[in-house]
């Protein structure tokens, strides 16, 4: 998580400012000025969380080396780790999707699904899915869910269906343009 933070916190400070040039613009209104500011705030984030999720993909275990201390386990930490890095790269670019379009839809006043789909996706998809993922057999928290045991591995696979899924719906709504239809309290 401490790579991918390379990608993701430059990537909320431009979904940030989405939020609030759509809120200006929807604010002088010109609602068809938000929706293309929309669209190219999310391009740009998947362009850039996109570009350094596939870097810190191909630097693999040279990416990873500098967090991995100590002796024993160094070199399966190491491969771990460098696999894990292509999985988190797939997570980026759908977390880029997640994050434009939640700061927008916010900026246009449309908050109530994105959380009510964040909770959702997050107790229902999520929570469940990493569970069946991550543990084997026997060594998960609830029995009668089936487990797959795939560990590390398996909770990335998880929080990529997940943000797949987030971002899939967050996308619909903003394409939709239901955002277009709320009217934002003037002072």
Avoid at 14 to 33: F, H, P
Avoid at 53 to 71: D, N
Avoid at 126 to 133: E, G, K, S
Wanted: net charge positive.
């Amino acid at each position: 998580m401490m790579l991918t933070s390379v990608s993701y916190m430059p990537a909320i400070g431009l979904a940030l400012a989405g939020t609030t040039l759509v809120g200006q613009s929807i604010g002088a209104n010109d609602r068809d000025w938000a929706a293309r500011l929309g669209n190219r705030v999310i391009l740009i984030c998947m362009a850039y969380m996109g570009a350094i999720g596939i870097l810190l993909a191909l630097l693999g275990g040279h990416a990873i080396r500098p967090f991995v201390s100590g002796e024993g386990n160094v070199e399966l930490v190491t491969d771990l780790g460098a696999k894990l890095l292509w999985i988190a790269a797939l997570y980026q670019v759908s977390d880029a999707v997640n994050l434009g379009c939640a700061f927008c839809l916010r900026g246009a006043g449309d908050v109530k699904f994105p959380a009510v789909m964040l909770l959702l996706l997050s107790w229902f998809g999520f929570v469940p899915l990493t569970h069946i993922l991550t543990f084997a057999p026997g060594e998960g928290l609830v029995d009668f869910l089936p487990q797959y045991g795939l560990g590390a591995t398996g909770s990335w696979i998880a929080a990529v269906v997940y943000i797949c899924l987030l971002s899939l719906s967050l996308w619909a709504r903003w394409q939709s343009g239901r955002w277009r239809r709320i009217t934002l309290a003037t002072t």
